[in-house]
DNA sequence: TAAATTTATTGACATTTGTCAATCACCAGT
DNA sequence: ACTGGTGATTGACAAATGTCAATAAATTTA
């Protein structure tokens, strides 16, 4: 698929969403940057801090946990339209616990953590396009909790199924298989027994 | 513990920490009520849509889930100095998959939707007390799922006594342990066996 | 205080899930 | 078309956790 000629196009139409007027979104435009990406590249390693906050135009970002035995654990999987960040390394600049990578060719944007908190104290309207975002993602992990405490592996798969089928044929299987915190292996029995 | 006088102290005195100036707080105090519940008293049922947002002056909230098969599942423990409520279902107005119950005598001063969203539009200074509530309380929800996927139930535990024993001395362990996603019978012998 | 109720612990066993290893299928590059 | 590599599947078994039942301990209520 081709994008537009303007990185900033789906930013825009993004912001617009949650602003009446139109002015301050140059404004946000200016404080983020382009960038591509090639597929798995790595945008942040654990251990350190994380500076940027990413909104996806194209392609996906997948944060990441890697344990003591190699094992890795997907936190999020950040696609199109979306932003993704390791939050707690980016939100309290501490050393990161996650790494985020480019899944895929993505085209993002960026901004750094000094940036977006000029935006933060400068402009009511970012705040309150924020906090819709932090509100977003807050429910969203309300949910995947209850999902994770209440279900087994069956039901979880079920439940991604119906809230986000795109993932599952977008994604490696031991990607969901991570994400939903069972092993690949389970995983694929519980495909093939219906 | 006898609690001071003025139900709002301690809400001010977190409301301060936020706040350049203070001449907004007795307007944002007007809008909460106070409220005492007894043990075990139920706040919100499933089902319900959740009309109010809790700030807990003593006392504890408990939102829990209840699956088919009568299990129950805390989505989450909230205690002194801390807001709470079943979000999904304040946030959107939407009937709620989880109940809310005061698990000891609490002290208890709440905010209906309505007037939320009047202190949100009406004063920056509660939008940005709000988005930092959220920021805190999202970083609690990725910690509580990092938790879910690359943890077993041992090492979940061990964790919580970490950050939260106050947790484990203060509430029935059968619901630590589904706090934990965990059974009563498995958190019992994870104790027993070191 | 005693009785009644709830909660915690323990054992026996079933189920779920993980681990390791082998095989299979697919794709990328030559 | 071959080849090497990665990802997916399957089997056999091990480990973790859940379930059910019995008992013990603690708490509440009369």
Redesign the interface.
């Known amino acids: 698929m081709q994008l537009s000629n303007d990185p900033y196009r789906l930013f825009k139409q993004f912001l617009s969403l949650h602003l009446e007027a139109d002015d301050q979104i140059t404004e946000f435009c200016k404080k983020f940057k382009h960038k591509k990406t090639k597929k798995n590249e790595l945008l942040l390693s654990v251990d350190e801090v994380c500076s940027y906050l990413y909104f996806v135009n194209s392609g996906c970002l997948r944060i990441y ?1 890697l ?1 003591n035995n190699g ?1 890795e ?3 999020f999987l950040v696609t199109e339209n979306k932003f993704g960040t390791s ?2 390394s980016f ?2 600049q501490e050393p990161s ?1 996650a790494s985020i990578q480019s899944l895929e060719p993505a085209d993002l944007l960026y901004i750094s953590y000094k940036d977006f908190n000029v935006l933060l104290h400068e402009y ?1 309207a970012w ?2 396009i ?2 819709i975002i ?2 977003k ?3 969203e ?6 999902s ?3 279900m087994d592996a069956k039901q979880r798969y079920q439940a991604l199924m119906e809230t986000s089928p795109s993932f599952i044929q977008r994604f490696p299987s031991r990607m969901i298989a ?4 069972i092993s690949q292996e389970t995983l694929s029995r519980l495909k093939s027994k219906r």
Not at 178 to 181: F, P, R
């Open positions: 946990l344990d094992n654990s997907t936190r939050f707690p939100k309290l616990l009511p705040e309150r924020y906090r932090l509100e993602e807050y429910i992990s309300i949910k995947r909790i209850e994770l405490i209440t991570d994400y939903l915190g």
